[in-house]
């Protein structure tokens, strides 16, 4: 089992649209989450970290379920530069600082 | 306040060469993450290093490739005796000594064995 896994994708949505991205992962000893944004061979950049108790960040939601290890990403009201890869990101656990286990992601183009 | 710079952009190896990838870390930050990303993957970690000390090598393939962060200068990656299945991106983060995990990310090295 992938220690990360990943909706496949890709996911076209019109602009204004709202999307949902699912993400599961193995080692229950995690303790860090984030989703990270890519645009085409760029670098990695933070989109959000995840928390317990879900968090927002204008239209982007983020949720957490330690129980069944379950991380999702809502995107509101879809813009056209919301376009990119998104990766779902989970700490490799207590040996390796803050050594990071990346999914292979999952790609949205959202369209005029 | 410089971000993570990581050196050469691209860099191009006919097989059987060495390639050596380099990695400035935020000024600051003493930890410092390589992670590669094959075409059409995601990224995989590679190898976690502190000033002088490998902390967790446990993604490094076994041979011709090793790491290294000296007390003064870059981070370094070396691959020896570059094969065509060592063409990728390869990224490298920092972060610092405490806190939050590694949220910098430098642009990367696209390594193309020829």
């Known amino acids: 089992r992938k220690e990360v896994e990943q909706d496949p994708g890709p996911f076209n949505v019109p602009e204004g649209a709202t999307v949902a991205f699912n993400c599961t992962y193995s080692?229950?000893?995690?303790?860090?989450f984030f989703w990270y944004r890519q645009d085409c061979r760029k670098e990695p950049k933070l989109l959000m970290s995840v928390y317990s108790s879900g968090n927002e960040d204008g239209r982007f939601t983020a949720q957490l379920n330690r129980a069944s290890q379950y991380i999702s990403l809502l995107i509101r009201d879809s813009k056209l530069s919301d376009s990119a890869t998104y990766l779902c990101v989970v700490n490799k656990g207590s040996n390796s600082g803050y050594a990071l286990n990346f999914g292979k992601g999952t790609s949205l183009l959202v369209t005029p | 306040n410089a971000g993570v710079m990581q050196n050469p952009r691209h860099l191009v190896r006919r097989r059987g060469q060495e390639a050596r990838l380099r990695c400035s870390p935020m000024k600051g930050h003493s930890h410092v993450y390589w992670y590669r990303q094959l075409p059409e993957e995601g990224l995989k970690f590679m190898v976690y290093l502190q000033k002088e000390n490998i902390i967790d090598e446990s993604g490094m393939p076994k041979e011709r490739f090793s790491a290294e962060f000296p007390k003064e200068g870059p981070s370094i990656l070396r691959i020896q005796q570059v094969v065509r299945g060592d063409s990728a991106a390869y990224f490298c983060a920092s972060s610092p000594p405490t806190g939050n995990p590694p949220q910098h990310f430098g642009d990367g090295t696209r390594l193309s064995i020829l």
């Open positions: 080692n229950s000893a995690s303790q860090s």
